[in-house]
């Protein structure tokens, strides 16, 4: 079996020592042998690329160094690395991992095991538990049960995992996928296996991930389901607006009928429930606004990926690396 392995990295080049010899001992053990795209999303160029490059590795034959124009994020970077990866590299599977040692090469028996009892299907780390700090968990899980509330689907994975060779194709042409990588998974509609996997500590370094980040990450992730959001939070409204106005009949029927109304209560109360259905009506609209001001196409062209790739460096394992166009 041969793998290509797709490495996003942003200055976390000191992790990569360290995770390429961890990801060989693993491809070892599974009998594969691998070509590993690295992708330079616009950072700093490497300081120590001799302590990746000029090694021994039994498993791993050659490396594509891949220098994007500039910064475009972790989700573009990944669409990029893929739609190269179609049309350049021979493989029979797709590995897609973070380069800081938060996906660890000890799941890959596990993700490759469900990948041959399952070699159709997209198959996904499942995050059974996370290293990040207390604050950073609970924000993922108000963003998990926001995406499950907006959208009906379920959304427990991130960017680590295996794609089938055959199922680059029907992914590189979707537009969500530079989006939200996950949820373009899920929208895909292929057949997703998800595999238990704890989610790490860095190897080396700060995440460069961090609250605003991470809403950023929300957002984009529900606008790929944009049109079942916007129903569902019409839906939403329309069912706060018919309850404020069963609440305005019944402050109406209790104002008029008994006796029971305090003075000044009606005109608060009534005051209030109008206040929320505005609130309501607004949600809705400002819903119907972003979805129109954002309309996303059905297919992206297949060769516009090479627009942000400046260089491609290819190395061979076993040879002295130096730097060709």
Same mark, same amino acid.
């Given at each position: ?118 070699? #159709?299907?997209? @198959?996904?780390?499942?995050?059974? *538990? ?6 950073? !968990? /609970? +924000? ?97 409204? #329309?069912?706060? @607006?018919?309850?404020?106005?069963? *609440? ?6 209790? !104002? /008029? +009928? ?68």
């Amino acid at each position: 079996m041969r793998v290509c392995i797709l490495l996003p990295v942003y200055n976390d080049w000191a992790c990569l020592p360290r995770l390429l010899g961890e990801l060989d001992q693993s491809l070892s053990a599974l009998s594969a042998a691998a070509t590993i795209v690295i992708l330079n999303d616009g950072g700093n160029a490497p300081t120590n690329s001799a302590d990746f490059l000029d090694q021994h590795y039994g498993q791993v034959t050659d490396f594509r160094l891949i220098d994007l124009v500039r910064n475009v994020g972790n989700q573009n970077a990944l669409a990029i690395g893929l739609s190269f990866i179609r049309d350049h590299v021979e493989c029979d599977a797709v590995l897609v991992m973070d380069s800081d040692g938060q996906d660890s090469p000890a799941d890959l028996m596990r993700l490759f095991s469900a990948y041959r009892k399952n070699p #159709a299907d997209l @198959i996904t780390a499942e995050r059974s *538990g996370r290293s990040e700090g207390l604050l950073f !968990r /609970i +924000c993922y899980q108000i963003y998990r049960r926001a995406f499950m509330v907006l959208t009906g689907k379920r959304l427990t994975f991130g960017n680590f995992s295996i794609i089938p060779r055959q199922q680059l194709p029907r992914l590189c042409i979707m537009t969500e996928l530079s989006v939200n990588f996950a949820a373009a998974l899920i929208k895909s509609r292929i057949p997703i296996h998800c595999v238990p996997c704890y989610r790490a500590a860095r190897y080396d370094g700060a995440t460069s991930q961090n609250f605003v980040n991470l809403i950023v990450h929300a957002i984009n992730g529900i606008s790929v389901f944009s049109e079942i959001a916007l129903v569902r939070v019409s839906l939403y409204s #329309a069912v706060i @607006i018919f309850f404020t106005l069963v *609440g305005i009949a019944i402050v109406a029927a209790i !104002r /008029i +009928c008994t006796d029971l109304a305090i003075a000044g209560w009606a005109t608060n109360a009534v005051g209030f429930l109008l206040i929320l259905m505005c609130q309501a009506f607004l949600l809705s609209l400002v819903a119907i606004i972003v979805r129109v001001q954002r309309p996303m196409s059905l297919v992206i062209e297949p060769k516009s990926y090479e627009l942000a790739i400046l260089l491609v460096t290819p190395v061979i394992c076993g040879r002295p690396f130096r730097v060709t166009a």
